[in-house]
DNA sequence: TGCCAGGCCCTCTTTAGGGCCTT
């Protein structure tokens, strides 16, 4: 398996189309089934967080005031990835402000974005939920700190990456998995799964 | 004017609706 980058956002709320800023970002380097490098930062757009998502997070106002700019935070965290690509729970969610606030500093992604959620859907089809937590709980894997911080969902979700891989690997007797596998295998119909894992065992 | 996320995925579906998931 190459080298991704988890990623997770704390945010303001759920649309960058409707305002919504980033208040944290994290980062992990999974490299051959191991974290082997870590980023995490509050940083401050300026934007105010509800006291919903303040009592959620655990991130409040004043934390942010004094945080980093976000352009500073973004060009840290962008280079700290590079080109490797880039994996989140509800991907969905993450690449929206992922584009967003790289938008801002004149930056494009170029990698691809592989979402941890779509793929425990077709690989734990009988977990009771998809959510991380319940997950993490479902597949006997370590509660890395508090849910809802940056760092510790960004772990949490590359230790459950790493789960779906090995799962994935067993269930279909695959030698080998790229990101291009796992792009494919998130967005093919359930009917299409095993002859998209079919085509990656021949080839 | 009034509304305000949006993509995935299931089903009592496809001329649609609603739950899940992220903050």
């Known amino acids: 398996m190459q ?59 004043d934390m942010i005031r004094t945080a980093p700019p976000a352009a500073v935070v973004m060009q840290e965290v962008s280079d700290f990835v590079g080109d490797y690509p880039l994996v989140a729970h509800n991907a969905s969610f993450d690449s929206k402000f992922w584009d967003a606030e790289l938008g801002r500093i004149d930056r494009k992604r170029q990698q691809a974005f592989v979402c941890s959620l779509l793929l425990s859907r077709r690989i734990f089809p009988f977990a009771p939920s998809h959510k991380l937590s319940a997950l993490i709980e479902y597949a006997n894997l370590p509660v890395a700190g508090r849910y809802h911080r940056a760092l510790a969902d960004a772990e949490m979700a590359a230790s459950l990456f790493q789960r779906l891989t090995h799962e994935l690997r067993e269930q279909h007797q695959l030698n080998n998995i790229s990101v291009d596998l796992l792009c494919r295998i998130q967005h093919a119909p359930k009917s299409q799964l095993t002859k998209h894992i079919a085509h990656a065992r021949a080839g």
């Open 3 to 61: 080298t991704v980058a988890v990623i997770d956002f704390e945010t303001t709320g759920l649309s960058p189309g409707q305002g919504d800023r980033a208040t944290e970002i994290a980062a992990v380097i999974l490299k051959d089934g191991a974290i082997v490098g870590r980023y995490q930062s509050l940083m401050n757009s300026g934007a105010r967080i509800p006291p919903f998502i303040e009592s959620l997070t655990g991130i409040s106002n």
